[in-house]
């Protein structure tokens, strides 16, 4: 099993950015996919962002479309959320997430995920 542990969040102002990384333990191999989702107080949690390990294809949300940018670094097992003209509308506790199933699933849906990090705080001030 992989273990998940994100990184980088803190307080900006909006129109700042803010560099997210999710640190992996254990092997990731194949084409696994890993997703960034967000989830504000009183929400469900979304869809932010994801990358296929193998293949390096992004995904994004139309939200995010445009100021975000997920990466990964194969030598570090580790993949990057770089969040640029943060929004008011982007505070949120944001998860790392992998689907290890290498079944090639929906990277949009929760339910294809199967670990998943803490967490971390994203405030914006305006």
């Known amino acids: 099993q992989v273990q998940l542990v994100e990184s980088g969040g803190g307080l900006v102002q909006a129109g700042d950015s803010l560099r997210l990384a999710c640190a992996a333990s254990g092997r990731i191999f194949g084409n696994i996919a890993m997703g960034w989702f967000r989830q504000a107080p009183g929400k469900e949690r979304e869809f932010v962002a994801a990358i296929r390990w193998r293949t390096l294809s992004t995904y994004y949300s139309d939200s995010v479309k445009g100021r975000f940018t997920v990466s990964r670094d194969n030598a570090e097992n580790t993949v990057y959320l770089q969040m640029n003209s943060l929004k008011p509308e982007d505070p949120a506790v944001y998860y790392c997430?992998?689907?290890?199933?290498?079944?090639?699933?929906?990277?949009?849906?929760?339910?294809?995920?199967?670990?998943w990090g803490q967490g971390t705080q994203v405030t914006v001030s305006s």
């Open positions: 997430a992998a689907d290890l199933s290498n079944l090639l699933r929906s990277v949009y849906r929760t339910q294809n995920y199967n670990s």
